[in-house]
Nanobody, 119 residues
Framework: VQLQASGGGLVQAGGSLRLSCVYSGNILMIDSMGWYRQAPGKQRELVANINKGGITNYVDSVKGRFTISRDNTKNTVYLQMSSLSPEDTAVYYC??????????????WGQGTVVTVSS
């Protein structure tokens, strides 16, 4: 599975951005997809994910501000981010949990896209 993320940029506090992640390859093996982020000097953290059934999960700090969605017709996962704050500044990574066989799962990562929020 290959992942291509885009949509990062510079935005002022309170603004919005939409990240996109196009997936390709053995997409039928994808179990769930998500967005992670890594701020300078911090560990990578899960921001949001969405499973095959469309069930979503968010880290508390983005609940009510970010929305993850998946368009299977376009093989794309989106992260709509609003009410951005400088604390959201990070490199955002697209992730896919790939399950090629029963009981086997592994992570696939896209390249990061940089989000910078100015105060």
């Amino acid at each position: 599975v290959q992942l291509q993320a885009s949509g990062g940029g510079l935005v002022q506090a309170g603004g919005s951005l939409r990240l996109s992640c196009v997936y390709s390859g053995n997409i039928l093996m994808i179990d769930s997809m998500g967005w992670y982020r890594q701020a300078p000097g911090k560990q990578r953290e899960l921001v949001a994910n969405i499973n095959k059934g469309g069930i979503t999960n968010y880290v508390d700090s983005v609940k009510g501000r970010f929305t993850i969605s998946r368009d299977n017709t376009k093989n794309t996962v989106y992260l709509q981010m609003s009410s951005l704050s400088p604390e959201d500044t990070a490199v955002y990574y697209c992730n896919a949990i790939v399950a090629p066989f029963e009981g086997i799962k592994y992570d696939n990562w896209g390249q990061g896209t940089v989000v910078t929020v100015s105060s």
